[in-house]
C-alpha cells in the first residue's frame, strides 16, 4: 500500500521535529515540568478519543503493566534522560550522538532478546547508517570539552531504555490496540516523570507562545501521531531496521535547523546525510 511504504520517512520527519520542540521550549520550561505537562495532556487528548470511538483497552492487570512498563522505558526514562542531560550541560551534538548508538545497540542484542537475526546485510546497514548519522554531527562536536560525567550518564540510561522500551513493546504489544495501549503509555510515563519534577524543584513553565506552540506540536504531533507510528512499524518490522530509521533523525534534524533558525549546513553534512540515507536502506531491506 502507497500509505504504508511513506509510514518510515513520515516517522522520521516527525521524530526530528522533537529537537525543534526542545530548542523553542528550553527558555521557557522546566524539562521535567514540560514533560509531565505534555503526558498529561496527551493522555487527556488520545484517552478521550479513545473513548469516543470506543477502541478497547486492556482487559487484564498484565496487559495494563505492559504497557505502563513500555511508557517509562519508552517516554519517561529516555526523554527525561535526555532533556536531563541536555539541561545540564551536555551539548546536543554529544546527545544526539550517544542516542544514535541505539541502532547498534539494538542490532547486538536484537538475537538475545527476541530471537530476531540480524543479517549481514543489515548489519552493513546499520554501520553505514551510523557513519553517516556521525558525519552529520561532526560540525557540532567542536570546542566540547569537560563534558559532565552525570549528563553523559543520564543520556546514555535513556538510550539503554528507549532501546529496552522497543524490545519490551515488540514482545508485549502484539494483541493490543495502539490507540489505548499509546494511552497506558504516557500514563507509565507521567508516573515516573511526576517524582522528578518534583524532586527537581523548578517548576517552571512560562506560556509564552513560543512555549505553548512546542506543547500543542508535541502532544499532537510527536507523542500521539509519532509514537503511534513507531509502534505500527515495531508491530510489523524487525527492531533492528525500525532502529535504523532514528539514523535520518539528525540529517533531517540539521535541516530543519537550518531552514528554521538559519544554522549553518557544511558540506560534510550533506555528504554524511546521503551516507546515513544509503545506510538506512541498506538496513531496510537487510533481512
Given at each position: 500500500?502507497?500509505?504504508?511504504?511513506?509510514?518510515?520517512?513520515?516517522?522520521?520527519?516527525?521524530?526530528?521535529?522533537?529537537?525543534?520542540?526542545?530548542?523553542?521550549?528550553?527558555?521557557?520550561?522546566?524539562?521535567?515540568?514540560?514533560?509531565?505537562?505534555?503526558?498529561?495532556?496527551?493522555?487527556?487528548?488520545?484517552?478521550?478519543?479513545?473513548?469516543?470511538?470506543?477502541?478497547?483497552?486492556?482487559?487484564?492487570?498484565?496487559?495494563?503493566?505492559?504497557?505502563?512498563?513500555?511508557?517509562?522505558?519508552?517516554?519517561?526514562?529516555?526523554?527525561?534522560?535526555?532533556?536531563?542531560?541536555?539541561?545540564?550541560?551536555?551539548?546536543?551534538?554529544?546527545?544526539?550522538?550517544?542516542?544514535?548508538?541505539?541502532?547498534?545497540?539494538?542490532?547486538?542484542?536484537?538475537?538475545?532478546?527476541?530471537?530476531?537475526?540480524?543479517?549481514?546485510?543489515?548489519?552493513?546497514?546499520?554501520?553505514?547508517?551510523?557513519?553517516?548519522?556521525?558525519?552529520?554531527?561532526?560540525?557540532?562536536?567542536?570546542?566540547?570539552?569537560?563534558l559532565a560525567?552525570?549528563a553523559v550518564?543520564?543520556?546514555?540510561?535513556?538510550?539503554?531504555?528507549?532501546?529496552?522500551?522497543?524490545?519490551?513493546?515488540?514482545?508485549?504489544?502484539?494483541?493490543?490496540?495502539?490507540?489505548?495501549?499509546?494511552?497506558?503509555?504516557?500514563?507509565?510515563?507521567?508516573?515516573?516523570?511526576?517524582?522528578?519534577?518534583?524532586?527537581?524543584?523548578?517548576?517552571?513553565?512560562?506560556?509564552?507562545?513560543?512555549?505553548?506552540?512546542?506543547?500543542?506540536?508535541?502532544?499532537v504531533v510527536?507523542?500521539?501521531?509519532?509514537?503511534?507510528?513507531?509502534?505500527?512499524?515495531?508491530?510489523?518490522?524487525?527492531?533492528?531496521?525500525?532502529?535504523?530509521?532514528?539514523?535520518?533523525?539528525?540529517?533531517?534534524?540539521?535541516?530543519?535547523?537550518?531552514?528554521?533558525?538559519?544554522?549553518?549546513?557544511?558540506?560534510?553534512?550533506?555528504?554524511?546525510?546521503?551516507?546515513?540515507?544509503?545506510?538506512?536502506?541498506?538496513?531496510?531491506?537487510?533481512?
Amino acid at each position: 500500500m502507497p500509505a504504508e511504504r511513506l509510514m518510515p520517512a513520515l516517522f522520521v520527519v516527525i521524530w526530528a521535529t522533537g529537537f525543534v520542540v526542545a530548542r523553542l521550549v528550553a527558555p521557557h520550561a522546566e524539562p521535567f515540568t514540560f514533560l509531565f505537562i505534555r503526558y498529561c495532556l496527551t493522555i487527556a487528548v488520545l484517552g478521550g478519543l479513545c473513548l469516543a470511538v470506543g477502541a478497547p483497552w486492556p482487559r487484564t492487570a498484565r496487559g495494563w503493566r505492559d504497557g505502563l512498563v513500555a511508557g517509562v522505558l519508552l517516554h519517561g526514562v529516555y526523554l527525561g534522560g535526555v532533556f536531563w542531560s541536555v539541561g545540564h550541560g551536555l551539548p546536543a551534538g554529544i546527545a544526539a550522538l550517544i542516542a544514535g548508538m541505539q541502532p547498534l545497540l539494538t542490532g547486538a542484542l536484537a538475537g538475545p532478546l527476541i530471537g530476531e537475526r540480524v543479517s549481514p546485510r543489515r548489519w552493513l546497514g546499520i554501520v553505514t547508517g551510523f557513519a553517516g548519522a556521525l558525519l552529520v554531527l561532526v560540525p557540532k562536536l567542536g570546542g566540547v570539552d569537560g563534558l559532565a560525567p552525570m549528563a553523559v550518564l543520564a543520556c546514555s540510561l535513556g538510550m539503554v531504555s528507549i532501546t529496552m522500551g522497543t524490545f519490551w513493546q515488540k514482545r508485549t504489544g502484539a494483541g493490543s490496540d495502539l490507540r489505548t495501549n499509546a494511552v497506558v503509555q504516557f500514563i507509565g510515563a507521567a508516573l515516573v516523570t511526576l517524582p522528578a519534577m518534583l524532586l527537581a524543584g523548578d517548576m517552571r513553565f512560562d506560556p509564552a507562545p513560543p512555549a505553548l506552540a512546542g506543547l500543542a506540536w508535541a502532544v499532537v504531533v510527536l507523542s500521539i501521531g509519532g509514537i503511534l507510528l513507531l509502534m505500527h512499524l515495531i508491530r510489523r518490522g524487525a527492531v533492528a531496521g525500525v532502529a535504523s530509521l532514528l539514523y535520518l533523525v539528525p540529517p533531517v534534524s540539521a535541516v530543519m535547523a537550518f531552514l528554521i533558525f538559519g544554522e549553518s549546513l557544511a558540506p560534510l553534512q550533506m555528504l554524511g546525510m546521503a551516507i546515513a540515507a544509503v545506510g538506512v536502506a541498506i538496513a531496510s531491506r537487510g533481512a
